[in-house]
């Protein structure tokens, strides 16, 4: 059983474009957002993460967006650069934020 | 320093042997974790220690168990290793407790398992 949906399963983003992820999720008691970065041959590390009380969260060319009542969350990345080619995965929590469940993750390859 | 550190990178063995997987965090934290990354890159959580007690443990085979000897060590032990198995199994830690905030949670390199 999937909680998180994630798509598309890879993307293709020419340099300076917009690359945008999206995420839908089941449970209603998920109240933790976060997005991680994995480059090849590495584990993943935290890019950004929101709280369902806001709609969006801006991190330097990374921004999170929040649709609660669709229960949907995206990453948009402005910009793209060739080094921000990694797979991403969005992720979700309830209460302590310690058991995260991940979507299936999307890799991007941003070309010159 | 490395955060997060794992040994060994890489594992090749034959199916039945045993296997153990050893996670070493020098961030303070008081919560490890285990999590495996099957072939199509899915990450799924297997379990998770809060100061040496196990409070997260998902549906995975007793044929794996983790140790964790003190908060800044945990270890994954595989018993009869199956061709399944092959994977690449991540420790990660956090600060967050088991009623902790929505901690970041910061992963190890990763040890790539190949079950022949």
Known sequence: QQ?????????????GGIS???CAYENTAFDYFPWYQQFPGKGPALLIAIRPDVSEKKEGRFTISFNKSAKQFSLH???SQPGDSATYFCAASTGGGNKLTFGTGTQLKVEL | DTAVS???KYLVTQMGNDKSIKCEQNLGHDTMYWYKQDSKKFLK????YNNKELIINETVPNRFSPKSPDKAHLNLHINSLELGDSAVYFCA???GGISGGRETQYFGPGTRLLVL
């Open chain 1, 20 to 22: 945008i992820i999206n």
């Open chain 1, 3 to 15: 909680q998180v949906k994630q798509s598309p399963q890879s993307l293709i983003v020419q340099k």
């Open chain 2, 45 to 48: 959580i297997m379990f998770s």
């Open chain 2, 6 to 8: 794992q040994t060994p």
């Open chain 1, 77 to 79: 990345i402005m910009d």
């Open chain 2, 93 to 95: 830690s956090s600060q």
